[in-house]
C-alpha cells in the first residue's frame, strides 16, 4: 500500500503542485491541491508538432490512493493512445470502453482533452462528463464547453463526439473540477458556474499563474481554508 502511495505521489506531483509549460503565443498555468496526500485530480500537457498542444484535465472518483491510482491508469491511457495518432474522440472511445470492461461498478472519470492549434488559435476537443471548461473572451465574456460523451467507465450509450472551438487574441480557456464548482461550507454557498464566471471577469486581466492561483485560493476561502475535495484548475490565455 505505501509504495503504491509513493508511485502515484512520483507520477502525479509534476502535474499536481503547479506547471506552467513554455509555449510562444501562449501564457499557460495549472494548479492542484488534493485534499489528502494524494487524489484523483490530475492535469497533464502533451506536446505535438506543430505548434499544437493537447490539454487534459481529469477527475477520477474518490479521493486519497484510491482516486490516485485511477488518475494515474486514465494518464497512462491517454499518452499510450495519443502516441498512436488518434483523433481525440476515437482515444476516447477506447478508454471509455476499456474502463466500462474493468473499473469496479460505481468507479468513474470525468475528463476534458483539447488539441490546441497554437498557431491557428483553434481548439478540437472532447468532453467525457466533465464540469463544462470556460471560453473568456478578451472583452470578459463567458461561454461554456458542453460535454461531448458520458464520463469514462460507464457502458457507451451514444458515440463520443468530438467539437471545435476558436480563441482571438487576448481570449482564453479555463478548465477546472467539480473542487471548484462545490466549494463552499454547504449547497447554498457553493461556488457554482455562474460564480466562477463572475470571479474569472474580475481577474482575466492577469497573468495566467494569478488567475489560477486565485482561483484556487478563492475556493479555499469558500471552504473554510481548508479543500474538502479535491481541486485543480489549469488557465491558457491567448497573447
Not at 507520477?11 to 494548479?31: E, H, Q, W, Y
Not at 477527475?59 to 495518432?85: I, N, Q
Not at 457507451?156 to 477546472?176: H, K, S, V
Not at 457554482?192 to 479555499?220: F, K, L, N, P
Amino acid at each position: 500500500l505505501v509504495r503504491d502511495m509513493e508511485i502515484a505521489r512520483d507520477i502525479l506531483k509534476g502535474l499536481n503542485p503547479g506547471s506552467a509549460p513554455m509555449f510562444t503565443g501562449m501564457d499557460v498555468f495549472g494548479r492542484s491541491v488534493a485534499a489528502e496526500t494524494v487524489g484523483g485530480d490530475a492535469f497533464d500537457f502533451i506536446p505535438y508538432p506543430e505548434a499544437q498542444v493537447g490539454i487534459s484535465i481529469s477527475d477520477a472518483k474518490g479521493k486519497g490512493l484510491p482516486g490516485a491510482l485511477l488518475a494515474v491508469a486514465y494518464r497512462a491511457m491517454l499518452h499510450a493512445l495519443v502516441s498512436m495518432e488518434l483523433r481525440p474522440r476515437s482515444t476516447f472511445t477506447r478508454m471509455g470502453d476499456l474502463l466500462a470492461r474493468s473499473l469496479p461498478e460505481g468507479n468513474f472519470i470525468t475528463a476534458f482533452y483539447g488539441i490546441i492549434d497554437v498557431t491557428e488559435r483553434r481548439m478540437v476537443y472532447v468532453n467525457a462528463g466533465h464540469p463544462p471548461p470556460l471560453v473568456v473572451r478578451a472583452n470578459g465574456d463567458t461561454e461554456t464547453l458542453l460535454a461531448t460523451g458520458l464520463a469514462l467507465g460507464f457502458p457507451r450509450l451514444t458515440p463520443m463526439r468530438e467539437a471545435y472551438t476558436t480563441f482571438g487574441r487576448g481570449d482564453g480557456l479555463i478548465l477546472y473540477t467539480d473542487g471548484i464548482t462545490e466549494a463552499g461550507s454547504s449547497p447554498d454557498d457553493f461556488f457554482e458556474v455562474a460564480g466562477v464566471q463572475a470571479y474569472v471577469r474580475s481577474i482575466w486581466s492577469r497573468s495566467a499563474a494569478d488567475v489560477c492561483q486565485s482561483m484556487v485560493d478563492e475556493a479555499a476561502r469558500r471552504s473554510g481554508g481548508t479543500p474538502t475535495d479535491d481541486t485543480t484548475v489549469v488557465v491558457v490565455k491567448f497573447e
